[in-house]
């Protein structure tokens, strides 16, 4: 696959920030996605929270799995560290890195498929373990990269882009994390960029495991309105040596509305997404009202967005463990291998 490069100049009166960055200095390659895609949309939302908070990128450890948004770190923070990893292992690798290096603001971009399937595990060790990071996952409940099979966040009812009806029970992620214990629960949609925007800026700087599950529609695999769409016609007396798909473009979806509103939002296939932004006097203190709050609304169909809960006073996995200030990755050998009356004394207390 070819990657491009955008240019390296930019216009001189750009908007910067308190470090003199502009918007480009926070950009990576050229999307490679569908024209439409609400996961470039989250990947705006991260660039204008980067910028918002003058963050120097190099500061920055972006971590991914495998999936259409797992390669959403290319498209930003170009000059930030990145990593991508084998597929649903991205939370492991996050958290080993953390651990050497507590220094660095850790991301992590995971998709339904990567997080609520082969790598549910290591989503539910890293929150429950507090590992300081924030961890988004771009929702779209289908395999983007594997034709549009349902993922486990695929609603009970709802049909395939074949007409196939999903019988199994879906994943609530935001409602795992919350079970879990993580310190910083939040819900969007990426056409809400008022709303994402700070989300994404207070999960960067909330101490402890931040969580934030973002419905970003699939515009290739969701454009049917209960039935398939006519390519399979196409490909049934198609003998070329290539099996090609035609996406058309389509703008990405933008909404704006209140807090404690609902909101019926028509998706490119004619579907309809209902959404429900969180009352002005909600709690997010409350972690249990939290959970009810979701399965209620959950049972009439509603996706509840917004910061679900926050806990002020969280810790992270560094504090659990009592390790010390420096990085890990800073020590030198004698401070990292003490010698063996250490490990005498060490191997004696667990006798």
Same mark, same amino acid.
């Given at each position: 696959?070819?990657?491009?490069?955008?240019?390296?100049?930019?216009?001189?009166?750009?908007?910067?920030?308190?470090?003199?960055?502009?918007?480009?200095?926070y950009?990576?390659?050229?999307?490679?996605?569908?024209?439409?895609?609400?996961?470039?949309?989250?990947?705006?939302?991260?660039?204008?929270? &980067?910028?918002?908070?003058?963050i120097?990128?190099?500061?920055?450890?972006?971590?991914s799995?495998?999936?259409?948004?797992?390669?959403?770190?290319?498209y930003?923070?170009?000059?930030?560290?990145g990593?991508n /990893?084998?597929?649903?292992?991205?939370?492991?690798?996050?958290?080993?890195?953390?651990?050497?290096?507590?220094d660095?603001?850790?991301?992590?971009?995971?998709?339904?498929?990567?997080s609520?399937?082969?790598?549910?595990?290591?989503?539910?060790?890293?929150?429950?373990?507090?590992?300081?990071?924030?961890?988004?996952v771009?929702?779209?409940?289908?395999?983007?990269?594997?034709k549009?099979q349902?993922?486990?966040?695929?609603?009970?009812?709802?049909?395939?882009?074949?007409?196939v009806?999903n019988?199994?029970?879906?994943?609530?992620?935001?409602?795992i994390?919350?079970?879990?214990?993580?310190?910083?629960?939040a819900?969007?949609?990426?056409?809400?960029?008022t709303?994402?925007?700070?989300?994404?800026?207070?999960?960067?700087?909330?101490?402890g495991?931040?969580?934030?599950d973002v419905?970003?529609? &699939?515009?290739?695999?969701?454009?049917?309105?209960?039935?398939?769409?006519s390519?399979?016609?196409?490909?049934?007396?198609n003998?070329?040596v290539?099996?090609?798909?035609?996406i058309?473009?389509?703008a990405?979806i933008q909404?704006e509305?209140?807090?404690?509103?609902?909101?019926m939002?028509e998706?490119?296939?004619?579907?309809?997404?209902?959404?429900r932004?969180?009352?002005?006097?909600?709690?997010?203190?409350?972690?249990?009202?939290?959970?009810?709050f979701?399965?209620?609304? /959950?049972?009439?169909?509603?996706?509840?967005?917004?910061?679900?809960?926050?806990?002020?006073?969280?810790?992270?996995?560094?504090?659990h463990?009592? /390790?010390?200030?420096?990085?890990?990755?800073?020590?030198?050998?004698?401070?990292? &291998?003490p010698?063996?009356?250490?490990?005498?004394?060490?191997?004696?207390s667990?006798?």
């Amino acid at each position: 696959m070819t990657y491009i490069a955008k240019p390296k100049f930019h216009h001189p009166g750009l908007p910067k920030n308190e470090l003199g960055f502009t918007h480009r200095d926070y950009e990576g390659k050229v999307s490679t996605l569908c024209a439409g895609c609400g996961h470039d949309s989250i990947t705006g939302a991260i660039i204008e929270a &980067c910028f918002q908070l003058s963050i120097e990128p190099h500061r920055v450890a972006k971590i991914s799995g495998i999936g259409c948004s797992s390669k959403t770190p290319d498209y930003f923070l170009g000059n930030s560290h990145g990593f991508n /990893t084998v597929h649903g292992r991205m939370p492991s690798v996050l958290t080993g890195a953390n651990l050497a290096n507590r220094d660095l603001i850790y991301l992590g971009v995971s998709g339904d498929g990567d997080s609520a399937s082969i790598g549910f595990g290591q989503f539910a060790h890293s929150i429950r373990r507090g590992v300081n990071m924030t961890y988004i996952v771009e929702n779209n409940g289908v395999y983007g990269l594997t034709k549009g099979q349902f993922s486990a966040t695929a609603d009970r009812g709802s049909k395939s882009k074949r007409g196939v009806v999903n019988s199994d029970s879906s994943i609530d992620l935001a409602a795992i994390a919350l079970q879990l214990g993580a310190s910083f629960v939040a819900r969007s949609f990426s056409g809400d960029k008022t709303q994402l925007v700070p989300l994404i800026e207070a999960a960067i700087r909330h101490r402890g495991a931040a969580f934030i599950d973002v419905i970003s529609p &699939c515009v290739a695999f969701n454009n049917h309105t209960g039935s398939t769409k006519s390519f399979d016609y196409v490909r049934e007396h198609n003998e070329a040596v290539n099996r090609l798909d035609v996406i058309t473009s389509r703008a990405p979806i933008q909404i704006e509305y209140k807090p404690g509103s609902v909101q019926m939002v028509e998706q490119h296939d004619g579907t309809t997404l209902a959404l429900r932004k969180l009352d002005a006097d909600y709690d997010v203190h409350d972690r249990l009202a939290a959970q009810g709050f979701l399965a209620k609304h /959950t049972a009439k169909g509603q996706v509840v967005t917004g910061l679900l809960y926050v806990d002020p006073e969280a810790e992270d996995l560094h504090a659990h463990l009592n /390790t010390v200030n420096t990085p890990l990755n800073s020590l030198g050998t004698e401070q990292l &291998c003490p010698g063996s009356a250490a490990l005498d004394k060490i191997n004696a207390s667990l006798r």
